[in-house]
């Protein structure tokens, strides 16, 4: 299943470009917007793991206009932006 709408769930999925380069993880959502870790460490990939949020403010908000596909797995970004 692929989409484009992110949401809460999904929290601890990989973001990788449009040539499948690591970008980061989805470390949390707030007020609607998903946060981007670009660095996590082991404890942020086992927090996201297990479901909870762990955003600070080296994270940065993902754009949904950025993202081409939502699969279970990963969060893949548009080439063209």
Excluded: C, F
């Excluded at 601890?12 to 470009?17: I, L, P, T």
């Excluded at 996201?48 to 949020?53: I, P, Q």
Aim: hydrophobic share 30%; proline share 4%; net charge negative.
């Amino acid at each position: 299943m692929s989409t484009t709408q992110i949401s809460e769930d999904d929290v601890g999925k990989d973001v990788v470009s449009a040539d499948g380069d690591s970008v980061g993880i989805v470390s949390g959502y707030r007020h609607g917007t998903a946060r981007v870790d670009p660095d996590p460490g082991l404890a942020t990939k086992l927090k996201t793991a297990l479901g909870w949020n762990e955003t600070d403010e080296e994270d940065y908000p993902l754009q949904e206009e950025r993202v081409a596909e939502v699969t279970d797995e990963e969060i893949r970004l548009r080439a063209d932006l």
